[in-house]
């Protein structure tokens, strides 16, 4: 049985209908199988009138055979037929583009985002998805034609919309036409923005989704498709107050009522956050009641006995007991903590012990301790009275007040550490653990303190102890981030939070989100970073402390985007907030007070690095670094000499001081663009030299450097003429992959007639591609000279055919070696992290023929082995920098983006650069994906030329330049870098 609505099929497919009639007609079309069947034969038969154009040519249409005067013309069935074949062949193009379709009137959408092309952005509900799978359970297609058609009609929006969310979305093909429109400036910006943010989003490429969308809400702050995805970004990376702002603000501004209405049912499903909050808030009332003695506190107490921090209340409960009977009254609440720690009758023995003491004795010490806990105890009053609480036999209730008070008492600590490391109960063994680390971290010795904080948080978990796991774990993450170790702080980061929020530790949450913000910053994830601290100011908005370190990290991002008006906003927050700048914020100060400049920034300094701790030799200098990177750009003479005494003073910190390196570092780039702003490039140079330890070349040199908003290249030509490009106000940093461009001509062409150059790169420019043309024999020069290779006979390594993991092919590699050369080759199983570390230390060449894979989180290379008796199958730059190369090799790495890494402005922390540290005298590497076959003959031709005696950049240009003649490999062959 038809309707009246079946009639309409060939109009609606000739674009024939008004508006209202094809919507009338879409939703007809959504339940009806017959006009379903029909549309399609129709489809099909437009696609056997393209092919009968291909191979016979067009045909020319009358005009009665035209749609729009076919009503005017005498039919019959052969001319209807006709008619079909005819209209598809030479009609369609002039069909109106957006309404030819019917793909945006059904009744489901299989794309989660929102596209900005109108019809496609109608609202519908989402279409079911099987379990375990990404796929809808009634896919829907469309004719293959319609992308081809839209691209001949130039309909690119409506293509990007058919390829993302006529069907199962296909993001490559629409990323692909989206960055055509961008380059071409094609559509609005806001919209291609936002369209390319729902493809990386379908990809699962989440924070490039983000940027993406902030980028579009930033042309458009208004953009509700934008915001409706940023929405889901945040959700689905575990920001659900974020998340569920962007929903609101959905509902409250988008003018289609489904998605109104969808939005806030999204908002609403995020309201559990809300209740983690509150029962965090009723918990804390809670505890407080139960150490304050009140009424019912205890069946209180009970029902939070899940939330961890209700352990930590219950000692506190316990010392403020006057009696045995009151203390015995908490009984079954120990019960239930023992219970869930699994440990035995820790806190009911303790419990017991504490109700058979002397209260004649014990009573007036717990209503002390009842006191310092509800504040009514001033800190010259208990300083008075600490040394007799110390005396006394209360030992729990000492040992409650040194906890409260051993920060603000330094005098205590070690009476700290005393009463808590031999504890019989593991809480307070934990507890003198954590504050040796603080120790650690305040003395900047990093090192020791991950060593205490990775045995704490072992034991922590063994007694599933989780209130104080969640500490350890930020601190362990604060620890590694400055051993620049940040895979594995982010690792803890993120199950610190994953803890908190499962035992609902709502100030636990923002402390950790800050953590997971940190590895961001310091890996430059400017739009990560961000959303982390944007989501823990929402968490910890009432505390000023947190407040004054999120706007000061939210400076540092900002000072990475070069965004220097909101990183003096940012840090103008921090200052207002009244407490003193951390060096943290510091740090901030100084870079953006050389071009925003406040009259209140040498104040806030000068306050804050009163406060800082002067102990250490590294942490002087740190000082006077700061000090002088701040006073060099108001009084140039003090401010070098500032800068000069910091390098003076690193020079004599051991090598466990880890702020001293960051101070020499940082020294040499203030001194270098003070040099610059004078106009004296050819000291700017010597610094270069310097920083290494030998003299800068007198000709074949370039140096190169950037310092947030300002850059520099210095070089010495053939001819040893100096020549330099000073940027003092730049708008975007260095391309972090190729460098291509970024040398001016001029100083390109005194250097092509150089047998090689020396570039003097800084970190982080030391391991990025095409800084000179691969027609001059360059490389990055590490350090002052060549080590000193052993006697003996030469032993070529040769690591290939490595068994991976399932799923994961072998390489296969050939070697070259030479004569008189004994080779040994690790292979297979045998190939593990430390039989390679172990063999590589005697060899005199080295080839790493396996997969070079990139950290999620760092973007540093490593490189994958078999698997190892521990479980590891990664050798990364630090594994290596802890061995010594006595045959001072030359190391091929034959293995994809291994010369990439993740460089702070002190060290660079890439492979390249842990092989030279180690003791090679050279190594080759790539910046890109490289094919194993001809890698391994393309660096075998290198090896040959080497040991014929020609230097090795001069070998790898020569080869590649003849390769490139040839026609081979241009791509991957520009990547190949040389370090010595």
């Known amino acids: 049985m038809t309707s009246e609505h079946c009639s309409q099929l060939q109009a609606f497919a000739d674009g024939m209908l008004s508006v209202e009639q094809e919507r009338t007609f879409g939703e007809h079309l959504a339940d009806c199988t017959r006009c379903q069947a029909e549309l399609t034969g129709l489809f099909q038969l437009e696609q056997l009138g393209r092919r009968h154009v291909e191979e016979h040519g067009p045909v020319e249409v009358p005009w009665y055979l035209v749609a729009q005067n076919r009503r005017k013309a005498i039919g019959g069935l052969i001319i209807f037929t006709l008619t079909l074949l005819l209209t598809v062949v030479g009609v369609s193009r002039l069909s109106p583009a957006p309404s030819a379709y019917p793909l945006w009137e059904r009744g489901t959408r299989h794309l989660e985002a929102r596209v900005t092309y109108p019809p496609a952005d109608r609202y519908r509900p989402l279409a079911s998805t099987a379990m375990g799978s990404k796929k809808s359970l009634a896919p829907s297609t469309y004719s293959a034609s319609i992308p081809a058609e839209l691209e001949q009609r130039g309909d690119l929006q409506q293509l990007v919309a058919v390829y993302l969310a006529a069907g199962d979305p296909h993001p490559k093909d629409a990323s692909a036409v989206l960055e055509r429109m961008k380059t071409e400036g094609v559509g609005d910006i806001s919209d291609v923005l936002c369209d390319l943010g729902a493809a990386r989003y379908a990809e699962r490429d989440d924070w490039e989704a983000l940027r993406l969308f902030n980028e579009a809400l930033s042309h458009k702050p208004t953009h509700v498709q934008a915001l409706w995805n ?110 869930q720690a699994g440990a035995g009758t820790v806190l009911v023995d303790y419990l017991e012990s504490i109700a058979a003491s002397d209260f004649t004795q014990r009573a007036p010490w717990a209503r002390l301790y009842a006191r310092l806990v509800s504040g009514q105890i001033s800190s010259d009053e208990l ?24 920060a603000n008492h330094p005098e205590y600590s070690a009476e700290f550490i005393k009463r808590t490391e031999n504890n019989k109960d593991t809480w307070f063994k934990l507890l003198s653990q954590q504050f040796q680390a603080k120790q650690k971290i305040d003395k900047k010795q990093y090192r020791q303190a991950k060593e205490i904080l990775e045995s704490a948080l072992n034991d922590c978990m063994n007694a599933r102890l989780f209130y104080r796991c969640i500490d350890i774990e930020n601190d362990l993450s604060h620890a590694l981030a400055w051993l620049f170790q940040i895979d594995e702080a982010e690792q803890h980061a993120s199950e610190g939070l994953r803890l908190a929020r499962k035992l609902s530790q709502w100030d636990k949450e923002g402390v950790l989100l800050m953590a997971l913000g940190n590895v961001a910053r310091m890996t430059t994830k400017v739009p990560q970073g961000r959303a982390y601290y944007a989501e823990a100011l929402r968490v910890l908005g009432d505390d000023a402390e947190a407040r004054l370190n999120i706007h000061q990290n939210l400076a540092h991002l900002a000072i990475q985007s070069l965004e220097l008006d909101e990183a003096r906003a940012q840090l103008d927050q921090a200052m207002d907030i009244g407490l003193p700048l951390t060096i943290h914020g510091v740090e901030a100060l100084v870079d953006v007070a050389r071009t925003r400049h406040s009259a209140r920034d040498t104040t806030a300094l000068e306050e804050s690095l009163a406060l800082e701790d002067q102990e250490t030799v ?45 101070a020499r570092a940082y020294s040499y780039t203030s001194l270098i663009f003070a040099d610059a702003q004078q106009g004296d490039y050819l000291s700017a140079l010597h610094r270069f030299g310097d920083e290494r330890g030998f003299e800068a070349p007198d000709k074949c040199v370039l140096a190169v450097t950037e310092d947030t908003e300002r850059s520099l290249l210095v070089a010495r030509g053939a001819d040893r003429r100096l020549l330099s490009d000073y940027q003092p106000m730049r708008q975007h940093y260095f391309p972090t992959e190729d460098l291509s461009g970024i040398v001016p001509r001029e100083i390109v062409d005194a250097l092509e007639p150089c047998n090689w150059v020396d570039v003097l790169a800084r970190p982080p420019l030391e391991n990025r591609a095409g800084l000179l043309p691969s027609d001059i024999a360059w490389g990055y020069r590490m350090r002052i000279r060549p080590p000193q290779q052993r006697e003996g006979p030469a032993l070529h390594l040769v690591v290939n055919d490595v068994q991976y993991e399932k799923g994961v092919d072998p390489l296969r590699w050939k070697p070259h070696p030479g004569s008189n050369v004994e080779v040994r080759i690790l292979r297979g199983l045998d190939a593990t992290p430390s039989r390679v570390l172990k063999e590589m230390e005697h060899a005199t060449e080295i080839d790493l023929a396996t997969h070079g894979l990139s950290s999620p989180v760092a973007t540093a290379s490593y490189l994958l082995l078999a698997r190892d008796v521990d479980g590891s199958n990664k050798l990364n730059e630090e594994s290596i920098r802890k061995i010594r190369l006595t045959g001072a090799p030359l190391v091929i790495l034959a293995a994809c983006e291994a010369a990439r890494g993740t460089s702070a402005l002190h060290e660079s922390k890439s492979l390249p650069n842990a092989f030279l540290t180690a003791g090679a005298r050279g190594v080759i590497a790539a910046t890109q994906k490289i094919p194993d076959k001809e890698s391994s003959i393309f660096f075998g031709e290198v090896r040959e030329r080497i040991r014929g005696g020609a230097p090795i950049r001069v070998a790898v240009r020569d080869v590649r330049k003849k390769w490139m003649d040839e026609g081979q490999g241009a791509d991957w062959l520009n990547g190949i870098l040389v370090f010595e």
């Open 383 to 406: 300083k008075t009275l600490l040394p007799g609480l110390l005396a006394s036999k209360e030992n729990d209730i000492a040992l409650g007040v040194l906890v409260r008070t051993h």
């Open 618 to 662: 590294g942490q002087r200098a740190y000082t006077s670094f700061l000090r002088g990177r701040f006073i060099v750009e108001i009084d140039p003479e003090r401010g070098r000499n500032l800068l000069e005494e910091s390098i003076r003073e690193a020079a004599k910190a051991g090598p466990e001081d880890p702020l001293a390196p960051h």
């Open 230 to 339: 940023r929405a889901l970004v945040y959700r689905r990376v575990g920001l659900p107050l974020l998340a569920r702002e962007g929903f609101k603000e959905v509902e409250r501004t988008d003018k289609d009522e489904g998605w109104r209405r969808a939005a806030q049912e999204e908002a609403e499903q995020l309201d559990d956050v809300l209740l983690r909050k509150k029962k965090w808030l009723e918990a804390e009332k809670a505890g407080e009641a139960l150490v304050a003695g009140s009424g019912s506190a205890i069946e209180t107490a009970l029902r939070f006995r899940g939330v961890p921090m209700m352990r930590r209340d219950f000692y506190d409960a316990v010392r403020t007991r006057g009696s045995a009977e009151e203390v015995r009254a908490l009984r079954p609440l120990a019960e239930q903590l023992d219970g």
